[in-house]
């Protein structure tokens, strides 16, 4: 019992980061109707900037964070307002195959300027940890899930209480609409592509503490990112911390029960089990979740 | 004058498209019939990878370009035909039932999974299939008792040279191509490719007009998991050894996507004619910039995207006429 509650909160625990890492990949597909395949790539973007933050300016990791995050967010822009713009009126697989084409440059990029060697920073956290009744919770964790928690609510304070977040909300309803009341649609796009890259930044700087990356790593974020979102439901903030914490809870679960080699299968399974039983996920909303193409 | 003969007893009707394809089918498969004698061992690999690209490119614009399904975990149905093919030969069949081995189990998934997955759209249907093809990969790197594991499965060696064993795979390879421009001529000319263009343009309406939609879906995945599983077959027995990630990679089943689309989507020649431009492409850039070789073939696929929305094809039709009057009226 007491195996099965401790193994229940790591799962709660790494869900919240889940849940924060896929919204990023979330508002993009929600509003723009675009998967993109280079979101693990820039997840390890923002945790090369923080290492390199780090180790080579010094900085301490409070700061290299927002600077992940200003690198993840710039690049944003300007790949949206530059290159995926162009393709807002194609199929749903055009953009599919070419953000495919962009993770592939992102990931030769990574490799020529820091090389295919796995790293990660000296232990911030080391290996102290704080106990909840008799459950035993590390300090690094507990950290990764409380900016990940601050994140999430941040995003949802922007896309509810500001004119920037009603204006993304009235651009992925209609966009004709919007351009028709005085919404600067590209820029809009572009700026939600920017917000999700920032959210890609401080997930990198995040990985970056506690875990080691490389970067041929980045793929495998970018599917659970899919597998939290579909879970989720797209376009849902509680979606995605249900369905975060949900692929935490399962995946900690299965190790307990099968063979280490399962662990991303059973991610998939349930969402393919998701997929077949309730297509719009647990949380999903109409309108956000509608297939545009 | 023959050919004005020709053509007003062959141009016209409706079996004029499917008699063109049929010729031109023809002229390519004498082509390729006559030209492994004139080719270096080099060279012949190369032409066997790109008739096998443009085979499993066939089977993926069978799906997506004809039926507007993105199955881009197609290649799955490459891994299951490997590993059924890889198994049955060490077990001691010869190659031609062996591929059986590989291609029913591809077509009963397909058939299976396909009335419970076609039901799915767009991003949902393509995300989908590749949880399908991560599931089964897993399967595959994990029952190390049948599949060998991780740690792959070597096959035993066949007869003869190096050089045989080229020209073996290549004469596999080129009978397979003609069978997949069968499937493109029959999936563009014939009643149950209708059917599927119909699904594509508006499934609504092609479920109105009496198209049994699922069943018309469901099949044509079939014969695309048919076709990508022999071809997965054949591959196994020509390189001899296979592991999961070598068979279940996803690059596999984005080069092919790519390759239809640049050839153009819903064409018969399209996969082929993509094949040969983006392999050449790869094998450039893989024996100059080894280095760069992804960032090379990623943004060949970005500008392929940008530039060429409805392929190679599209293109000269889109562009020609004005560069026809343009010759005209210089000379």
Redesign the interface.
Known sequence: MQLVAQIVLNGVLLGGFYACMALGFSIV?GVM?V?NLAYGSMIMIGAYVTQMAVLQLGLPLAAALPLAALATFTMGYVLQRA?LN??AE?S???????T??????????N??LFSADVRSLPDVFGRASFTIAGLSVPYGRATIFAVAMAMTLGLHALLNWTPLGNAIKATSFDPDAARLSGIDVPHVYALTFAIGGAIAGVTGALVATSYSFSPLAGESYT?KA?VVV?LGGLGSIPGAIIGGMLLGIVENLASLFL?S??R??VG??L??LV??LR?RGLMGRRFFAE??? | MAASTLRARWGSGPWAGTLRSAAIGCVLMAILMVLPSFLSLYWLRLLTSVLMLAVIAQGMNAM?GFVGY?A?GNVVFFGIGAYGTALAIAAGFALGPALLFGAIPAGGLALAVGP??L??????F???T???N??V???A??LSGLTGG?AGLSLPLGAGTAGDAAQRAYVGFATLFAASLLLGIFLRDSRFGYGCRAIRSNEEAAEATGVPTLRVKSIAWMLSALLTAVAGGLYARWVGFIEPSLVFDMAIS?KA??MF?LGGAGTVFGPLIGALLIESATTLAWSHLL?????V??????LV??LL?DGAQGFVARHWPTVRDRLRRRS
């Open positions: 597909w109707n998967v290159l162009r393709l194609r749903v697989f055009m953009t599919l195959i070419f495919f084409g962009l993770n592939m440059a992102l990931i030769n990029l490799l020529i599917m899919f579909v063979d080699g399962y991303d299968a998939f399974t969402l393919l997929l077949i297509p297939v545009k193409g | 997506a993105p881009f419970l997955l039901r799915l759209r767009g991003h949902y393509a995300i989908a590749l949880g399908l991560e599931v990969s897993a399967l790197a994990n991780a984005v996507f790519v689309l280095k760069l070789h992804l960032l073939l990623g943004v060949t696929i970005m995207v940008l929305p």
